[in-house]
T-cell receptor, first 115, second 111 residues
Framework: DAMVIQNPRYQVTQFGKPVTLSCSQTLNHNVMYWYQQKSSQAPKLLFH???????NEADTPDNFQSRRPNTSFCFLDIRSPGLGDAAMYLCATSRDGAGYTDTQYFGPGTRLTVL | GENVEQHPSTLSVQEGDSAVIKCTYS??????FPWYKQELGKRPQLIIDIRSNVGEKKDQRIAVTLNKTAKHFSLHITETQPEDSAVYFC??????????FGKGTRLSVIA
């Protein structure tokens, strides 16, 4: 019953080498989110797309970018990964007609290791 | 400062006892308050949520209460079982951010 799918589940990259994480959904939800979760910490929102409208959090580093080519897919690009970017990256979706009061459904996450 | 504060950070209870986790939020316009359970290495999963038009919601052994005047909401788990052991996160909207998560509570249920 996979509804929010993330690939790959584990990603190893080298310091400074660009990396792309992908997320797809079968729920036809309007909103797609990217969270960063470091070890023993809470998920922290990086940005989200409300349909085609991109919303960046004020404290998200410029090193992080996102693309949403269609309703089903969303990508997280890390242009120059640093050691501090090692984390679990969680994609989530919500239906949300308005007001962000619908349930967010999380994917299984991609664990990023930076060497 | 923190938009969502969660206490306690760790909680140990005996099997069968109740567990209570509390959160406060700062944005008075917040109107949606979910609770997520996250087991080690897994995704956060919604266990219950409450919207600002109700004060309490219950689902079997789990309940959430909301006090909008005081800007706090709480998770109550009754008759705890070992499989309830996990990290629990509260969350709430804050400003333009759809959800801000509390720092989490690590619940251990001791058999």
């Amino acid at each position: 019953d996979a509804m929010v799918i993330q690939n790959p589940r584990y990603q190893v990259t080298q310091f400074g080498k660009p990396v792309t994480l992908s997320c797809s959904q079968t729920l036809n939800h309007n909103v797609m989110y990217w969270y960063q979760q470091k070890s023993s910490q809470a998920p922290k929102l990086l940005f989200h797309y409300y349909d085609k409208d991109f919303n960046n959090e004020a404290d998200t580093p410029d090193n992080f970018q996102s693309r949403r080519p269609n309703t089903s897919f969303c990508f997280l690009d890390i242009r120059s990964p640093g050691l501090g970017d090692a984390a679990m990256y969680l994609c989530a979706t919500s239906r949300d007609g308005a007001g962000y009061t619908d349930t967010q459904y999380f994917g299984p996450g991609t664990r990023l290791t930076v060497l | 400062g923190e938009n969502v504060e969660q206490h306690p950070s760790t909680l140990s209870v005996q099997e069968g006892d109740s567990a209570v986790i509390k959160c406060t939020y700062s944005d008075s316009a917040s109107n949606y308050f979910p609770w997520y359970k996250q087991e080690l290495g897994k995704r956060p999963q919604l266990i219950i949520d409450i919207r600002s038009n109700v004060g309490e919601k219950k689902d079997q052994r789990i309940a959430v209460t909301l006090n909008k005047t005081a800007k706090h909401f709480s998770l109550h788990i009754t008759e705890t079982q070992p499989e309830d052991s996990a990290v629990y996160f509260c969350a709430a909207p804050s400003g333009n951010t759809p959800l801000v998560f509390g720092k989490g509570t690590r619940l251990s249920v001791i058999a």
